[in-house]
């Protein structure tokens, strides 16, 4: 399977901060989510990756490409959607799509014009008089209109109401569907990645704690509600995290279905990406 983006040992240091040591490899054609708290270096890993800071690393192909030879071969393949687009508050879309029709060489004007009517923007408004989810909308129109292979997006959700929220969703299923179209999202609304990440990275303190495929997280993870006695006589191997709750312990295991054979009276459920993310954060491991 050809890979949309390889990344090996990304590192990137501020005074306080490091990103450290980031490598992973995305298969073309596939959705990743990119989760981790505030601050654990999602921006930062998506801005090196783009070449918009410079950053260490042995290697950085985007769409099999050295991202640092060949910048504007890759930017046509390119869309980036980021919570705040920086478009000219002067301007209209339907100036805007005039100025990108020069830009991008696929860029399509009649797909552009029916995007803005299916987000209802209107074409000869100024962007100043939108409103924020308004704005990200017709960055949506935008890169939707010029064909990307490969489409970014760093928090680009957060401003929008649940129901065109849940259209991008779809939107991005067909995308990624289509001729082999990569996604990589960072997102902190961890219910929609688990909507729709094929893949997904979590980014903790600058370290990339896990990089794995959303089938084999389902499959590997489970959670466990149980007393201390049983916790205890788990082996810590199976024990990833555990949280101690007014009268009971939440588990995260791991090799669930493994201990399901041994515990077949033991509910043990399915772990959504916020689970996850609050035992890594915020659990206990077993001594
Ligand atoms: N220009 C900079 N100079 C110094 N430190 C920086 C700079 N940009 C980011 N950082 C630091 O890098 C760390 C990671 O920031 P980053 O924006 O990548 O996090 P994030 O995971 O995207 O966070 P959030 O979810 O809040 O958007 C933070 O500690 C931040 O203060």
């Known amino acids: 399977m050809q890979q949309a983006l390889v990344i090996e040992n990304l590192t990137k240091r ?5 990103l450290d040591h980031i490598s992973f490899s995305l298969p073309q054609g596939t959705i990743l989510g990119i989760i981790g708290e505030n601050g654990s270096g999602k921006s930062t890993l998506i801005n090196a990756l783009l070449g918009l800071i410079p950053a260490d690393y042995s290697q950085l192909e985007l769409l099999g490409k050295d991202i640092a030879a060949h910048p504007n071969l890759i930017k046509q393949d390119l869309a980036v959607i980021f919570d705040d687009a920086g478009y000219d508050e002067n301007f209209t879309p339907l100036q805007i799509g005039k100025f ?6 696929n860029w399509d004007a009649d797909s552009y014009r029916s995007y803005l009517k299916r987000f209802d923007l209107p074409a000869k408004k100024r962007l100043k008089t939108f409103s924020r989810g308004m704005k990200t909308k017709l960055e949506f129109a935008i890169a939707f209109s010029h064909s990307p292979k490969f489409l970014i997006m760093d928090e680009a959700t957060n401003g929008l109401d649940p129901v065109f929220r849940d259209e991008i969703l779809d939107l991005l299923r067909e995308f990624s569907e289509e001729e082999n179209h990569t996604v990589l999202i960072a997102s902190h609304i961890t219910s929609d990645l688990d909507k729709i990440a094929d893949y997904v990275a979590y980014i903790h303190h600058g ?10 997280l389902q499959n590997e993870y489970g959670i466990i509600n149980c007393k201390k006695s049983f916790l205890d006589n788990l082996n810590p191997e199976d024990v990833v995290y555990y949280r101690k709750e007014d009268y009971s312990y939440r588990v995260l295991v791991k090799n669930r279905y493994s201990l399901k054979q041994i515990f ?4 043990i459920h399915s772990a959504d990406l916020e689970e996850i993310m609050l035992f890594y ?7």
């Open 100 to 105: 990108l029709s020069h830009v991008y060489k």
């Open 207 to 216: 370290r990339l704690l896990f990089f794995q495929s959303y089938d084999e």
């Open 264 to 267: 077949q009276d033991v509910e």
């Open 14 to 18: 501020y005074k306080d901060f490091t």
């Open 281 to 287: 954060a915020k659990g206990e491991k077993l001594e």
